[in-house]
């Protein structure tokens, strides 16, 4: 089975940009879909975006326009490119493949 891990998570001051990246063990076309998710403490896990393997993407409406999904099918990884990071976007933030693969996460704190 593919495994997927995050990395690229961090501090970083309000206004400030990360990319996260979702690394699969194997190829990711072993998944139709990829996600990110997000959950924060005491809140409920959000969907953030998604990237099929026709490239096709959506995302979360509190993310439109500052956070962009992508794929490198040579690096069998996705990544996550967060821009004008909010105190709001702290969170775990984990990948998943096709609702049945996910990874550990990586932490994402975004100061004021």
């Known amino acids: 089975q593919v495994r997927l891990v995050e990395s690229g998570g961090g501090l970083v001051q309000a206004g400030g940009s990360l990319r996260l990246s979702c690394i699969a063990s194997?190829?990711?076309?072993?998944?139709?879909?990829i996600d990110w998710y997000r959950q924060a403490p005491g809140k409920q896990r959000e969907l953030v975006a998604t990237i099929s393997g026709l490239d096709f993407t959506t995302y979360a409406d509190s993310v439109k326009g500052r956070f962009t999904v992508s794929r490198d099918n040579a690096e069998n990884t996705v990544y996550l490119q967060m821009t004008s990071l909010k105190p709001d976007d702290t969170a775990l933030y984990y990948c998943?493949?096709?609702?049945?693969?996910r990874g550990p996460g990586t932490q994402v704190t975004v100061s004021s």
């Open positions: 998943g493949g096709d609702d049945r693969v």
């Open positions: 194997g190829s990711l076309a072993a998944f139709d879909f």
